[in-house]
Structure formats: C-alpha cells, structure tokens
C-alpha cells in the first residue's frame, strides 16, 4: 500500500475522502467502510460539510493494518495490537521480527518443497532429452519410432515397454554404464587376440544377454542368437560396434553364438 505525494493527492491538512484513500492505497471503499464500522480505523476529521476525511495519522494506522493483514493476523488481534501500544517503532519492529520469522519459515518450506521435487522427479520417467544426455548420439528418436513400427506388437517389446516406463533417469544411468561395462569387456577381449570363442568373449556376451533379460524382456540363448545376427546384418548397429573397435560387430556376434552353444 502506497500513498502518494504529489499536489493532486492532498486536500488541505493532508486529508483523504473515503473515495480517495481507496484510489490512492488499493484499499477499496468497501473494506474502508468496514474497518470503520468495527472500530479498526475511523476518520478523525469532518469537512465543514460534514465529510468525515482521514488524517496522515489514519494513514499510518491503515498501514500497520495492511502489513499486519499480510502475516495472516486476524482483525480482532490487529485492533489489539494497534490499540495496546501506540508507539510506531514498537509498532515497526513487531512487524519487522514477525516478517523475519516468516521469512525463515518460507525459506524452510522453499527448501522442503525442493527436496520433495527432487525425490518426485527422480521417480518420474525419463525424458528424451535426458536420455539424449545419457546416451548421446546412442539415442535417436527415429531409431525409437522405427523400432517401435517393427517389433511394438511383439510381447517382448510390450514386456520391455512397461518395464522402462518406471525407469528413471538414474535407472537408465545404470544402464548405461552396465552397456559401457559389457562392450569394454568385448573391446579387450577382442584385442588380446583371443577368438570370439573364448571364455572372455563369452562372458561378455552373457552378460549382454543378461543385461537385457534383467532389464528389458525375457531373452533367451536363442533369442539372442538372433539378436547377434541383427548386429551384423543391420549398417547401423553395426556402425555403433565398429566404432568402438574395428571388426567387433562380428566379434560380438560370434561370441554370442559361441556363449549360446555353451549353454545348450
């Protein structure tokens, strides 16, 4: 609530009608008539028409009211308040340490509603834009779209559908990091120089196996078999291998179906 200065705004004395205090403060007309009616704040001077006018004095009393309003204090304790004690310092400083008290507890509850945003989003599913910064270039919404048109009415891709849509962003985090994990595996096998068939390179291949069972759907020995076919057999998946060391596509196929044999 303001009142402002300018010539326009006084009457003589520094007086205001009902009508011009509301314009002047925000306070409507109303609510002015209502303090007055219950004894909060009255108009002390009349004109010689008989108008009853507030005084600077009223003012300030209307603004005490207003910023007391402000701290959820209701009227009854506000005319207690402001008729026990007249002194406007005191007055201040009241105001002021009870602002100061509700400021603490406002930056409590800002920090109380941080912390439950925080715990609320980390069970929310992730976004594409968070799995573009997991995955980066990994991540491709086509890639999604397309896989969706080709095996959406699978049941392992159903399987796999309700399964992610409770992941969250530090679920796919971990995923992530087990894929880091498993191809790295498959990488050093492959450059000590030991076959696909070796006891490395088929450990790294169950553990993709595993992976995906754990994660995403059933997947069978089998059923991976054919999924190693697909590594080799489709240019982007075999990019995303050849990247990481030249020929592993291949190498991962090959580990895979020896890790099946082995566990026929």
Known sequence: MTVTNDANSKRAGSTWTVGRLADLTGVTVRTLHHYDQIGLLSPTERTH?????????????LQRIVVYLRLKMPLEEIAALLDGDDDPIAHLRRQRDA???RLGELTELVAAIDNAMEREMNQQPVT??????????????????????RWGQTDA???????????????????????????????????????ATSEAAMDAAEQARRQINDRFYDCSHEFHTCLGEMYVSDPRFTATYEELEPGLAQFVRDAIVANAARHA
């Open 128 to 149: 594409d834009a968070e799995m573009r910064e997991i995955f980066g270039d990994g991540f491709k919404d086509e890639y999604q779209t397309e896989a969706q048109d």
């Open 157 to 195: 891709w159903k399987q796999s559908a309700r399964r992610t849509a409770k992941f969250t962003k530090a679920d796919w985090q971990a995923v992530k990091e087990e894929t880091d994990a498993i191809n790295a595996a498959f990488v050093a096998a492959k450059r000590s120089g030991e076959p």
């Open 49 to 61: 028409a008989g108008y009853r006018l507030y005084t600077e004095a009223d003012v300030a009393r």
């Open 99 to 101: 602002v100061m008290s």
